[in-house]
């Protein structure tokens, strides 16, 4: 998970390039694809863009996978149905100059080859130091003459970088390039794609938290195989399970939690307090998450972590997947990739022995599966080829790549539902059903100026309240009053916000008046 000014955690292209995405590159008979008189034909690169080239051998080997078994839909997957005669017409021989991480330079050359193959559209890698990238994006943004095209970011920071006018609205081109919107889960479509009603990113890494179980151990509790939706029903069930777990098995502890300080903390309080029917913000952009909801998923944390790993207080998201990976706790709260991760034999000691769950409900709530963090696409403002950068940026994003990524278990999570509801798909991510069924009543934080700065300070409260400084309704007080000073900052309490509520209201909970999957 990406700290601020860092995207390191889940670099698509190292893994794939790794992968074997480098087998076009870009040259062709030791001639540069550009230097000839004609680009290749579009259909070679794409057959080349298959499991058989992306996904590690080891891992086609150990499922089976195969070219004969896709695990997208070739009629939603946007390199497949884009015109790239109709591209390269319209935009062969311009640049685009693409922001990356310094570290994952060398891997983006190779794993942009097919595109620019596809396009004729050469990219210029524009290296950024990880743990400056915030910093160093919002810099070039205010000179008005950003050194890139396009960047992928940490999607809480959406806001910062579309209130100011710093991104380019992409509707046009989408609409223009048919990018398959709808194919996309509306959780990720509105929050990672959309502020104020207009479209500046295309998602990227889908991300989603889950509950993740120990097979065997949790099936002696039960005294019985789990089912996914009603073995653990319930919060207090899964408080009860890892108390009963926590040390039962020397070196194992009864339940994985992130409390670290910033947003850490805060990423695991709003997994539960959803749950509760926690909302962060009302109709006038005054922070209420310290209300009853709040406080109920508090209280189930604190309980929680009475049996958590050692350490807990200081975890983050490497931390507790060591952990988990690790065979050292018999429950955890995480990402989904912790359950894709689990089944593959050089990531993980618990193979065969864990089963991601449908999310535990809290009385009087809500069923309210958490999407937190994820990356997003897009395109600055100061563009000297925006559309070509829109154009790219699908095609990072086209199902079939991100579908790729999950089968490679790199943690790029694909938020498309033609993927996740695809059966190879699933028989290779563990997790896969029941996020595909999770998603369509997902919570998600808006995507505000300043909420990533605020995700930080609600954390520090809630870690203090987690190492028994302060109580768990003190935490939530204090938080919501530094809360409040940040959005008032930021412009909320103007008579003009920056952000109208109603256009992010829709994105917050897509569960509203659905009937409960089963």
Known sequence: MPVKGSFSRRSFLKASSAAGITVMGATMGGRSLFAQSGLPDPQTILDQISISQYVKPDYQALYGMSDSKPLWDKNTDWIRTADWEEIRRQLAGTTVRFAIGAADRDSAAAGLAPFEALSGIKVELVPIPDDSFYDKAIAEFISGNASFDALQFFSPWLGDFAAPGFLAPLDDYADKWGLPLGDFYDTYRLNYGFFNGTMYGIPFDCDFQMVHLRKSMVEEVLGGPIDRWSSVPTYDELIRISSELNGKVPGVAGVGLMGARGMWSTYTWEHVAAQAGMTLFDENWEPIFNGDAGNKGMDIILALSKNAIEGYAGAGWGENRAAWLGGQVATNLSWQDSGTQAMRPDQSQIVGDFVTI?????????????????????????????????????????????????????????????????????????????????????????????????????????????????????????????????????????????????????????????????
């Open 358 to 518: 449908y999310e535990p409900r809290i009385s009087g709530g809500r069923f309210a599966p958490p999407n937190i963090a994820g990356s997003t696409s897009c395109v600055a403002a100061s563009s000297q080829n925006p559309e070509g950068a829109f154009l790219m940026l699908a095609f990072l994003t086209t199902s079939s790549i991100m579908a790729m990524n999950e089968a490679n278990a790199n943690g790029v999570g694909p938020g498309y539902r033609s993927v996740l509801t695809n059966p190879n798909l699933q028989a290779v991510s563990q997790p896969a059903e029941v996020m595909a069924n999770s998603l369509e009543y997902a919570w998600c934080a808006p995507r505000l100026p300043g909420m990533f700065e605020m995700e930080q300070v609600i954390g520090n409260e809630v870690n203090r309240a987690l190492v028994s400084q302060i109580s768990g309704k003190e935490a939530l007080d204090n938080a919501a009053a530094a809360v409040r000073k940040i959005m008032k900052q930021n412009g909320f309490y103007s008579a003009k916000p920056p952000v109208d509520y109603a256009s992010v209201a829709p994105g917050l909970w897509v569960g509203k008046d659905k009937a409960l999957p089963f």
